[in-house]
Nanobody, 119 residues
């Protein structure tokens, strides 16, 4: 079983920065895509950014130029650097990753970390 532990959320003023981290642990053989999603009450979870094992990235239009995703494959960890934060970035941020653990594939979610941006 693969577990994800997120950290780095909190309260920040508009224009500020935060860095989220998500570490995967367990009997991991390989990790394909790692990503961040976010959700606000009453809305569907939406993609923020993803990064493949080869380093290719994909961003939601709303965060392009402000957020940067990266990963440390040796540590099975993905990061999300969030700059120029806006009140509309307020949400619970979830880490997601998929790959193989032993002979089985996995697709795991973190528990979520709250990001609150005040105006």
């Amino acid at each position: 079983q693969v577990q994800l532990v997120e950290s780095g959320g909190g309260l920040v003023q508009a224009g500020g920065s935060l860095r989220l981290s998500c570490a995967a642990s367990g009997s991991i053989y390989s990790i394909n895509v790692m990503g961040w999603y976010r959700q606000t009450p009453g809305k569907q979870r939406e993609l923020v950014a993803t990064i493949t094992s080869g380093g290719s990235t994909n961003y939601a239009d709303s965060v392009k130029g402000r957020f940067s995703i990266s990963r440390d494959n040796a540590k099975n960890t993905v990061y999300l650097q969030m700059n120029s934060l806006k009140p509309e970035d307020t949400a619970v941020y979830y880490c997601n990753t998929n790959g193989r653990a032993g002979l089985k594939s996995f697709d795991s979610w973190g528990q979520g970390t709250q990001v609150t941006v005040s105006s």
